[in-house]
């Protein structure tokens, strides 16, 4: 109830914030994405900036989720030093993984590039980004040692999209791209023959129970 009641708040704040917010919310809304990703609105961080949105998505397969995140949009009509202009995104993703696929030393770099290649395969132009690639495991004893070891991919990274005319971002497509680097670390297949060159994760962990 707490969880939907603020929901509805931000909704209510989104629609009394300046129109380049406005607009960008409004296009996050109306964006039509892969059957197979799951999107809802969650409620936004406070602290981050005057006004804020957020999404939360998770890759579907029947009952279970192979990849779920979180992205944000931040933004602040006055512009922000670090960001390089007045809208942000922020994200976190994550997947399981099988544990050699964990161990291989170049994933942390392989992941972040394809963040930077979903952004870059939809045209988009962004500016300072950021973030880390965490791997960690998990080992269970005990009471807990049926259960196998677990491996988990995060990309945590935020980065700042090329405002467009009246002030607003291509968030539509900003979001697109955020649901093809859900897709490839859930392991699917390109979305389209204009993705037919995105290399998919290998030997990731089957679906996860919702």
Known sequence: MDEA????NDRREADSAPLPFRAAVDALRAAR???QIEVEPTPAPKRLAPYSYALEAAVVDGDQDLADGRLVLLHDPAGHDAWRGTFRLVTLVRAELEPEMAADPLLPEVCWSWLTGALQTRGLTYGEPSGTVTRASSHYFGGLSARPAASQIEIRA???PREGLGGAPDTAAHLASWC???AQLAGLPPAGPGDASVVTLPQRRGPQSR
């Not at 009641?5 to 509805?8: F, G, L, N, P, S």
């Open 5 to 8: 009641k603020d929901t509805e």
């Open 180 to 182: 093809d680097l859900l």
């Open 33 to 35: 994405l892969r059957p």
């Open 158 to 160: 935020s980065w700042t």
